[in-house]
């Protein structure tokens, strides 16, 4: 049987199984399949394309980000142990989001007599197995072909997540039995059986009988179908809709869009509070604890694939009625069950609701506009004033990434999204997200308008040099806005409590390490890199400078906006 070597045989596994790119940091472990991948791609043999990224938690976030937006197999590669910390906090965004990614990492000194405190043998998976779906360090004497064709199976069998191989040096080099490797499926697979009919039925009950019924919707966007599917299931019940901070599920702009969950900030409401039933559908708890509860006598209804959540009940109480489904296809058989159950009473009542809702919707939008205007002249820049002219400047097409966590509310209240797949945002908790998903989103969608907005702290964050080098020199620009409030506010509002009555000085505020003052210019970051730059502190410069971005970005250019704006 013809031979080849451990290098060749990962790459027809990622070519069997669609994947375009392989975000990487590289080490002396990953050198073979850099040369085979150069020597395929040279002599016109498919493979996937090496993107060097400077910085390892950028091979996580860009994957993240890719994924997000194509919904195809991703797989990053670092150096060892080394480049699996580095990753860091990545790891668990990936987790929390559900998303599909390998990490492939050489072992230092494999077989090597090392062991930690308590005289364990080191275990190189430890460093990420709580935020991945199953690690494996492979052993010499296996077949690289089945052990990632595991991995792929389990990193895209619904729940999705992160899977991380650990793999001695020497089998990339080895020669091994060359097998045919056939294409397989590059979408998630469901494992579940259809949603119980009886279920669905008494769900369907109990929300034609609700007096104030709530939808909430957590990450059913990822399937682009589901989208108007939601949308004709809430026109069906005629009931509100809550969506989240990480997909773009339901259209903003909807009469029924009741608005997107807040979990920090001042505006923060309670959207739970009135619903006598919650309909929620594919909803993981937030990384970040929640403080806004449904009711004490409030039903829920839950569909998901995953009953605990990542491990956590719903709001620590659970569900009145589980129904493990897949989504795209148990939101249309509710849909159908309830239409089929309306009487002309029920309808007629429906209607009305809608009515009422549809005149609050447009109340609170008309009130968000009210509050950006209103603020156009206002120093330092309001946040809200900053959203309003991106979404003025941006099309519909245009593919929004953001993580806030104090100015969360201008950018979902003054930028809506009502196409799938054009807001995508952080599940997890750690920061570094925006800025590397940006170019990740832009590897996945050339075509179209990508927008990052963040903190200066997630600016900070997300390795700036090392995202912006890797967009100007694999030519994906993309716009990085940046609100940037000079520090971590909703941190600096835990220390004033901590101060009571006493205000907490600018001085006190930098001793408590709560401040980045005097900030860096990040602007002048950006040129480093190759990029267009430019600090905005001016609310009439805010909407020239957008326009100048985005022109810089049309034409190749990645740009940041390093715009200074009020604290909440």
């Known amino acids: 049987m013809e031979k080849y070597e451990g290098a060749e045989a990962f790459v027809e596994v990622l070519n069997a199984h669609g994947v375009e790119n392989i975000f990487f940091n590289p080490g002396s472990a990953t050198v073979p399949i850099q040369v085979t991948i150069s020597k395929?791609?040279?002599?016109?043999?498919?493979?996937?394309?090496?993107?060097?990224?400077?910085?390892?938690?950028?091979?996580?976030?860009?994957?993240?980000?890719?994924?997000?937006?194509?919904?195809?197999?991703?797989?990053?590669?670092?150096?060892?142990?080394?480049?699996?910390?580095?990753?860091?906090?990545?790891?668990?965004?990936?987790?929390?989001?559900?998303i599909p990614v390998?990490?492939?990492?050489?072992?230092?000194?494999?077989?090597?007599?090392?062991?930690?405190w308590k005289q364990e043998p080191y275990?190189?998976?430890?460093?990420?197995?709580n935020s991945v779906k199953w690690d494996h360090q492979i052993d010499s004497h296996e077949n690289i072909h089945d052990v990632l064709q595991k991995a792929f199976q389990i990193a895209y069998t619904e729940p999705c997540g992160p899977v991380y191989l650990a793999f001695p040096p020497s089998i990339l080099t080895e020669k091994i039995d060359r097998v045919k490797i056939p294409p397989s499926a590059i979408t998630p697979v469901s494992?579940?059986?259809?949603?119980?009919?009886?279920?669905?039925?008494?769900?369907?009950?109990?929300?034609?009988?609700?007096?104030?019924?709530?939808?909430?919707?957590?990450?059913?966007?990822?399937?682009?179908?589901?989208?108007?599917?939601?949308?004709?299931?809430?026109?069906?019940?005629?009931?509100?809709?809550?969506?989240?901070?990480?997909?773009?599920?339901?259209?903003?702009?909807?009469?029924?869009?009741?608005?997107?969950?807040?979990?920090?900030?001042?505006?923060?409401?309670?959207?739970?509070?009135?619903?006598?039933?919650l309909l929620v559908i594919d909803y993981d708890m937030p990384y970040a604890v929640s403080e806004t509860l449904p009711g004490p006598e409030a039903k829920i209804i839950h569909i998901d694939l995953d009953p605990l959540t990542r491990g956590r009940p719903l709001w620590n109480r659970?569900?009145?009625?589980?129904?493990?489904?897949?989504?795209?296809?148990?939101?249309?058989?509710?849909?159908?069950?309830?239409?089929?159950?309306?009487?002309?009473?029920?309808?007629?009542?429906f209607q009305e609701r809608f009515k009422q809702l549809e005149s609050k919707h447009k109340k609170q939008r008309e009130g968000w506009h009210a509050l950006a205007m209103s603020k156009a002249d206002q120093k330092p820049i309001s946040a809200d004033w900053l959203c309003h002219c991106i979404s003025d400047v941006i099309d519909e097409d245009a593919i929004i990434t953001s993580f806030m966590i104090s100015p969360q509310a201008p950018v979902t209240e003054q930028i809506p999204r009502t196409k799938p797949g054009t807001f995508i945002g952080n599940a997890g908790g750690s920061v570094q997200f925006a800025l590397g998903a940006a170019f990740g989103a832009k590897i996945a969608a050339p075509d179209r308008t990508v927008v990052s907005v963040t903190t200066d702290g997630g600016f900070v964050w997300s390795c700036p040099v090392a995202t912006l080098w890797t967009a100007r020199a694999y030519n994906a620009p993309f716009l990085s806005i940046i609100l940037n409030n000079q520090g971590y506010n909703i941190i600096r509002k835990m220390a004033q409590k901590g101060y009571g009555e006493n205000k907490l000085t600018d001085e006190i505020a930098f001793e408590a390490g709560v401040d980045i003052k005097p900030p860096p210019d990040y602007a002048l970051i950006a040129q480093a890199c190759?990029?267009?730059?430019?600090?905005?502190?001016?609310?009439?410069?805010?909407m020239p400078?957008?326009?100048?971005?985005?022109?810089?970005?049309?034409?190749?250019?990645?740009?940041?906006?390093?715009?200074?704006?009020?604290?909440?």
């Open 102 to 116: 390998i990490m492939w990492a050489g072992l230092q000194l494999p077989g090597s007599p090392r062991v930690n």
């Open 318 to 349: 659970g569900s009145d009625i589980y129904i493990e489904a897949d989504s795209r296809e148990a939101i249309p058989a509710l849909k159908n069950i309830i239409s089929q159950r309306l009487t002309p009473e029920k309808r007629t009542q």
């Open 123 to 129: 275990d190189q998976g430890l460093i990420v197995r």
């Open 545 to 568: 400078a957008l326009r100048d971005a985005l022109e810089q970005v049309r034409r190749g250019i990645p740009a940041v906006l390093d715009v200074r704006i009020e604290r909440e």
């Open 530 to 542: 190759g990029a267009y730059g430019r600090m905005v502190e001016d609310p009439a410069d805010v």
């Open 40 to 98: 395929y791609r040279a002599a016109g043999k498919r493979a996937p394309r090496l993107i060097l990224c400077l910085d390892e938690s950028l091979t996580m976030t860009a994957a993240h980000g890719h994924y997000m937006v194509s919904g195809r197999p991703q797989v990053i590669m670092a150096h060892c142990e080394l480049g699996t910390q580095r990753v860091g906090g990545a790891f668990l965004n990936a987790q929390f989001g559900r």
């Open 191 to 277: 494992t579940v059986a259809p949603a119980d009919v009886d279920s669905l039925n008494k769900a369907a009950e109990i929300l034609i009988e609700a007096e104030n019924p709530l939808i909430v919707a957590g990450y059913t966007g990822r399937h682009h179908q589901s989208v108007p599917a939601l949308v004709e299931l809430a026109e069906t019940l005629c009931a509100p809709v809550i969506t989240s901070q990480t997909w773009m599920n339901f259209p903003h702009t909807h009469p029924l869009c009741a608005g997107v969950e807040q979990y920090r900030g001042s505006r923060k409401t309670n959207p739970f509070a009135d619903a006598d039933v």
